[in-house]
């Protein structure tokens, strides 16, 4: 079928994706996966249920410095589950950074018998898990 500009809508799909994947290669995902993964908590009071994270005072975020570099590779694979051939591309980054930031606080872990930790892996949960195991000294 032929688009608006009379290019066939293969090249729209292929244009679709060049797009898709520039958006793909942007850091935010990973921020946030590395966010959702050591320092995003929400948090209600236990009595009244009211939220006590509610701003960015009381919700930690990671900035820019708390961060690594980001290295980007691009590779270009078509969906075959759908007919335009494209795929969602924001969760991609989070999805692995948090599988990936966890999976290395549990091996730096692992040797002090630590085996599992609940997200965040906040500083005080390390503590509290090691401290199950007689490793933490306070």
């Keep these: 079928m032929e688009s608006?500009?009379?290019?066939?809508?293969?090249?729209?799909t292929s244009g679709l994706s060049k797009w898709a994947g520039r958006i793909a290669r942007h850091p935010r995902g990973v921020a946030q996966g590395i966010g959702q993964a050591l320092y995003e908590q929400l948090l209600h009071d236990p009595d009244a249920g009211q939220l006590l994270t509610g701003s960015?005072?009381?919700?930690?975020?990671?900035?820019?410095?708390e961060l690594p570099f980001f290295g980007w590779a691009r590779n270009e694979v078509p969906c075959k589950t759908n007919p335009?051939?494209?795929?969602?591309?924001?969760?991609?980054?989070?999805t692995a950074s948090l599988a990936a930031v966890?999976?290395?606080v549990l091996d730096a872990l692992a040797p002090r018998g630590?085996?599992?930790l609940d997200m965040p892996?906040?500083?005080e949960r390390v503590w509290r898990a090691l401290g199950q195991q007689g490793h933490a000294h306070g």
């Design 4 to 12: 608006e500009r009379g290019s066939s809508s293969s090249e729209a």
């Design 84 to 94: 335009l051939g494209v795929k969602g591309c924001g969760e991609s980054g989070c």
């Design 102 to 104: 966890m999976s290395a």
């Design 114 to 116: 630590v085996t599992t």
């Design 56 to 65: 960015f005072m009381d919700y930690c975020l990671p900035r820019a410095a």
């Design 121 to 123: 892996a906040t500083a």
